[in-house]
């Protein structure tokens, strides 16, 4: 189970640190990982760190693991709100002074609880998966909807010696075994160039070694872990997988296409004998005729099928031609694979929607805080489709039965998405998380009108629960950011007597405004106010610009800027974890694996140097930082005052 926490430091730059990564001895079920995650927070201190948000895929067992969060935390006296036990706590007061955002301790919350139904971030990459693959059901193809756990092989292979009819031990073969008996053919030759390539940048990488479920004995989630209620557990398609059969003969252009590939890459001499055909067909283009290959389709990766849609469109002549040269051949299916020009048609339609969800999903992977981006994705793809299903609908070049395969396609990935993206409009953070990019200030009058007071008055109750703005009595956050710089010189009786008559000003201009006087929020929400630039990039720079103009909202933006809004991070270590824990290496144990992975992301990352020793220890660092560096000491010491000669002789003038 990996666990990784976000945050972003004074300066407005996002970081991530991996806090754990351990193998789980006990059954994979919502309350072990639960109990595992409250733990781990416990063990490392980060109680009074944390804001109190989980992002996680939408698996049966993760969203058990949330419910019962509740309860686990409760019982562990964990995410209490309590801000007056810190009034008298001088680190926490010096921290606030040294900058307008600063929020040092959790605790310090005015008010609120935590609830799975605030801090459960679901990873809309996983959304996305799950919208296509119901998209592709509607085409009979076939996609693996049982839940992949990422599990780790860290058990050793059992040895097994071959020996001859000697007697004499023969080493056996590590290769990987194959998929057909074809496949152990190599290809020779020019052949074999390009095979494997992938041409186009737009194509989304694959991942076509998926292991099996290893699942030992009492290990796996019980039958109320598998289950859950965003429908993310083995039945996520829903009725696509009963629409799921095995289709002897495709009729639509997606399943032909698919057969074709598949068939393609069953043996080396059918790879080759289409690269012949590449080669005839293209002979005045050499980069066609070395093209790659369209992809192998994988069953449980949707972008395959969208990687092999996008190769297949740029060498449609080449595969058409060969099609047709087995057309009437006995024993040959290769013909029954040739796409009309209506279903190479309905590839064109459906490849802008798939590489648009492809380009969300490497959006939403980057190593940022996503959280504020989902509500703008969501958008996005629901515009979008909605735009191709009237494309398609007064396309002419369309025969009906395509103009519904392609509407039951778009209408599938509509559906699945509306589900989670009406989850994600009833979340507080989501909602606050979304309108704290300053660029996403009107995204909620554009793209969600019912939902803009709703918007803002998630906003406002997060942050009345951080700081209790309408007190007379404001809590530290608010008095701090208030303070004056320790360092400043105090004003004189005449300058102090003007600022009191400007604020007497102020406050009757005020009065006579009918208390039309917008607050903090209200000036935050207009875009004129400090609007956004192309050239600020992230919203980070944009709010280390301009916190001090929203002192308590930048508190805020801090914290909720820093939640993901997918679980790429957590997916991106297993995969580190998976060159760690290979069969080369099966003696190593789970604690020795935990480490290297541990270890290795932390040198890429950084860590604290000083953690875990002693509080002696660490004064003592800290006083050796306040010394003067030695070499800079020596430094000043060998170069010559010039300025010393030059003041002598203007005061010898003056005199």
């Known amino acids: ?38 733990r781990t927070i416990k063990k490392l201190n980060l109680d009074d760190k944390w804001y109190g948000a989980v992002t996680s895929d939408s698996a049966g067992t993760n969203t058990r693991m949330l419910t019962l969060m509740e309860n686990d935390l409760a019982q562990e006296k964990m995410q209490r709100r309590d801000p007056q036990a810190h009034q008298n706590d001088p680190s926490v007061h010096q921290m606030m002074k040294n900058s307008h955002s600063a929020f040092p301790k959790a605790s310090l919350r005015n008010s609120g609880s935590w609830t799975p139904a605030d801090y ?41 010696t071959i020996t001859d009819e000697n007697g004499e031990e023969v080493p056996a073969s590590d290769s990987d075994e194959t998929d057909d008996e074809d496949d152990d053919e190599e290809l020779v030759g020019d052949d074999a160039e390009g095979e494997g390539d992938d041409g186009d940048e737009d194509a989304p990488p694959l991942d076509e070694d998926v292991d099996d479920e290893d699942d030992e004995p009492g290990m796996a989630p019980n039958d109320e872990d598998i289950g859950s209620d965003d429908d993310g557990g ?15 003969k495709p009729v639509n252009g997606v399943g032909k296409l698919a057969a074709f590939t598949t068939w393609i890459h069953r043996s080396s001499q059918r790879r080759a004998a289409f690269r012949r055909q590449m080669a005839k067909e293209y002979h005045r283009d ?42 009437g051949r006995r ?54 489709i909605a735009r191709h299903l ?37 979340n507080r953070v989501v909602l606050a998380a979304t309108l704290l990019h300053p660029n996403n200030r009107k995204l909620f009058k554009i793209s969600y009108p019912a939902y803009r007071l709703r918007a803002e008055t998630a906003l406002r109750e997060l942050l009345d629960e951080l700081i209790d703005i309408k007190s007379p009595d404001s809590s530290p956050a608010l008095q701090m950011s208030q303070l004056p710089a320790t360092n400043a010189d105090q004003p004189s009786p005449c300058s102090a007597a003007r600022a009191r008559r400007e604020q007497a000003a102020e406050e009757s201009a005020i009065s006579q405004d009918d208390g039309s006087q917008e607050d903090e929020v209200a000036r935050y929400l207009d875009p004129k106010t400090c609007p956004w630039r192309e050239t600020d990039g992230t919203p980070y720079k944009w709010w280390r610009d301009n916190e001090a103009v929203f002192p308590t909202i930048a508190k805020l933006a801090r914290i909720v800027l820093a939640i993901p809004g997918s679980s790429s991070a957590v997916e991106r ?4 974890a998976a060159l760690v824990s290979t069969n080369r290496r099966a003696s190593l144990s789970a604690a020795s694996i935990s480490r290297l992975v541990t270890t290795r992301h932390w040198l890429l990352t950084g860590a604290d140097e000083l953690a875990g020793l002693s509080e002696q220890a660490l004064k003592v660092a800290y006083s050796h930082e306040r010394l003067p560096n030695p070499d800079d000491t020596k430094r000043k010491k060998s170069q010559p005052n010039k300025n010393a000669p030059k003041r002598i002789d203007r005061i010898r003038n003056r005199s």
């Not at 592709?136 to 909807?145: D, E, H, N, P, Q």
């Open 120 to 160: 459960k971030i679901l990873c809309l990459c996983h959304h996305i998966n799950l919208a296509v693959r119901d998209g592709f059901a509607k085409f009979g193809i076939k996609t693996k909807t049982k839940t992949q756990k990422k599990v780790l092989d860290i058990r050793p292979k059992p040895a097994i």
């Open 331 to 384: 024993g040959e299916v290769l013909g029954d694979y040739l796409l009309t020009e209506t279903q190479w048609r309905q590839l064109v339609l459906l490849e802008p929607i798939l590489k648009l969800a492809a380009a969300v999903t490497k959006k939403m992977e980057k190593t940022e805080g996503t959280l504020y981006a989902v509500l703008d994705h969501h958008a996005s793809l629901r515009d979008d």
């Open 573 to 576: 270590v297993f995969s580190q």
């Open 234 to 248: 083995p039945d996520a398609n829903g009725e696509a997988s009963s629409a799921i059969t095995s289709i002897s």
């Open 286 to 327: 050499p980069d066609l005729a070395s093209a790659p290959f369209p992809s192998k389709p994988n069953q449980t990766r949707w972008n395959s099928h969208f990687a092999m849609i996008q190769s297949a469109l740029k060498i449609r002549a080449a595969i058409d031609a060969h099609c047709r040269a087995h057309i």
């Open 390 to 426: 009237r494309l398609t609908e007064s396309d002419k070049e369309l025969d009906d039965d395509t103009k519904k395969e392609i509407a039951k396609f778009l209408n599938a990935m509509e559906v699945k998405l509306r589900k989670y993206r009406e989850m994600a409009l009833r």
């Open 1 to 38: 189970m990996g666990i990784i926490g976000s945050y972003v430091d004074a300066k407005w730059q996002y970081h991530e640190r991996l806090l754990s990564f351990d193998v789980v001895q006990q059954q994979h079920s919502g309350a072990t990982f639960a109990g595992h995650l409250v």
